[in-house]
């Protein structure tokens, strides 16, 4: 079956400190990879999608396929980017998304 | 343009009535979705349509109806509510494989 983990529930990191948001994602084909967020109370937003290897909000995500991973980078977290996070893979007509990670940047 | 909208934006049920959640779009996309968001388990997906007049069923649809009538809107049913249909729905569109649009959601309680 096609899975997506999320392997962290919730990350705290001081501001100013390093992000990693881990998403590891099932072996098929070759599947387009997403990070979509979800700031409080809000609808969820693409963040970025590998294809367009964009940078956006000073997030980044490398696609490795030996390790299938995508994980989110950011260098410096900022308190605006306390927010849930969700990793999501296309598949045959839909989308598989992991459980989240929320993300919370303390002051 | 308005995007993706869903009515209502809350709603309070008893178990055992019924109700009807519209999600509409304005960006023409093939593709719609119907997801449940609870804690813990991330989004999950109830029903999906590849176009007007499809539907096919995605990893939860059990106490579920949709209906695609019109391409722009996409309807999902709850026949008889039960409490643990209490959830926050969450309508999206897509042109298909490409990047999915949410609506606000909808949050349920059943009692």
């Known amino acids: 079956a096609q899975r997506v983990t999320q392997p962290e529930k919730l990350l705290s990191v001081f501001k100013g400190a390093p992000v990693e948001l881990k998403c590891n994602y099932s072996?098929?084909?070759?599947?387009?990879l997403f990070w979509y967020v979800q700031y409080s109370r809000q609808r969820l937003q693409l963040l970025l999608r590998h294809i367009s290897r964009e940078s956006i909000k000073g997030f980044t995500a490398d696609l490795n396929k030996g390790e299938t991973s995508f994980h989110l980078k950011k260098p410096f977290a900022q308190e605006e980017d306390s927010a849930m996070y969700y990793c999501a893979r296309s598949g045959t007509y839909k989308y598989i998304f992991g459980t989240g990670t929320r993300l919370k940047v303390l002051a | 343009n308005a995007g993706v909208t869903q009515t209502p934006k809350f709603r309070v049920l008893k178990t055992g009535q019924s109700m009807t959640l519209l999600c509409a779009q304005d960006m023409n996309h093939e593709y719609m979705y119907w997801y449940r968001q609870d804690p813990g388990m991330g989004l999950r997906l109830i029903h999906y349509s590849v176009g007007e007049g499809t539907t096919a069923k995605g990893e939860v649809p059990d106490g579920y109806n949709v209906s695609r009538l019109k391409k722009q809107n996409f309807l999902l049913g709850l026949e008889s509510a039960a409490p643990s249909q209490t959830s926050v729905y969450f309508c999206?569109?897509?042109?298909?494989?490409?990047?999915?649009?949410f609506g606000p959601g909808t949050r349920l309680l059943v009692l």
């Open positions: 999206a569109s897509s042109t298909g494989g490409e990047t999915q649009y």
């Open positions: 072996y098929s084909g070759s599947p387009e």
